[in-house]
């Protein structure tokens, strides 16, 4: 059963880069049928798609962030990262890694990491 | 972009009542819409995708319905369990997707 973990720094300053693995086990990131994303959720409020990459290389980011969001694939490490630059306090938030795929949802979600900006 | 608008934002209801959620977009999804649940700490679950199938693990009292720009989730026979947030999500612009705002379903 695929499992997805996130990993990286929780508390990254403002103006800096926040940086996020998402580790794949379980099954393998190098499938045509999926895209591998990541979602966001500030304290107390909803939902917010960053963006998301096939194993290709394709990425799509959210029309709002894609300034400051790349995004990357390691098939040979079975992982996928998030680099989201200049942040500021809005972008304190829970960070999840996700596997989605046309019509049938994102299925397969990491646990979520906490990145807090503050100096 | 598709914009999802879930209501209510809270809904209370009494065990083993029914609940109904809505999701209406801004501008046709067809069938692409999914439902997920989420409880405090926890990480989205996937409950409905295509408006309307049950994921893998989703009981039965939980039913979707819907096509175009307006859609349900309807609960029946609430457990505790079931009290947590809703949200939904279209991936009408597929790889790019967008979720709604949430609906709080609590215990009344």
């Known amino acids: 059963q695929l499992q997805l973990q996130e990993s990286g720094p929780g508390l990254v300053r403002p103006s800096e880069t926040l940086s996020l693995t998402c580790t794949a086990s379980g099954g393998s990131i190098s499938s045509s049928n999926y895209y591998w994303g990541w979602i966001r959720q500030p304290p107390g409020k909803g939902l917010e798609w960053i963006g998301n990459i096939h194993y290709s290389g394709s990425t799509y980011y959210n029309p709002s962030l894609t300034s400051r969001v790349t995004m990357s694939v390691d098939t040979s490490k079975n992982q996928f990262s998030l680099n989201l630059t200049s942040v500021t306090a809005a972008d304190t938030s829970v960070y999840y890694c996700?596997?989605?795929?046309?019509?049938?949802?994102?299925?397969?979600w990491g646990q979520g990491t906490t990145v807090t900006v503050s100096s | 972009e598709i914009v999802l608008t879930q209501s209510p934002a809270t809904l209370s209801v009494s065990p083993g009542e029914g609940a109904t959620l809505s999701c209406r977009a801004s501008q046709s999804v067809v069938s692409n819409l999914a439902w997920y649940q989420q409880k405090p700490g926890q990480a989205p679950r996937l409950l409905i995708y295509?408006?309307?199938t049950r994921a893998t693990g989703t009981p039965a009292r939980f039913t979707g319905s819907g096509y175009g720009t307006d859609f349900t989730l309807t609960i029946s026979s609430l457990q505790s369990d079931d009290f947590a947030l809703y949200y939904c999500?279209?991936?009408?612009?597929?790889?790019?997707?967008?979720f709604g705002q949430g609906t709080k379903l609590e215990i009344k």
């Open positions: 295509g408006a309307s």
């Open positions: 999500q279209h991936d009408n612009n597929w790889p790019r997707y967008t």
């Open positions: 996700a596997r989605g795929r046309f019509y049938y949802g994102t299925d397969v």
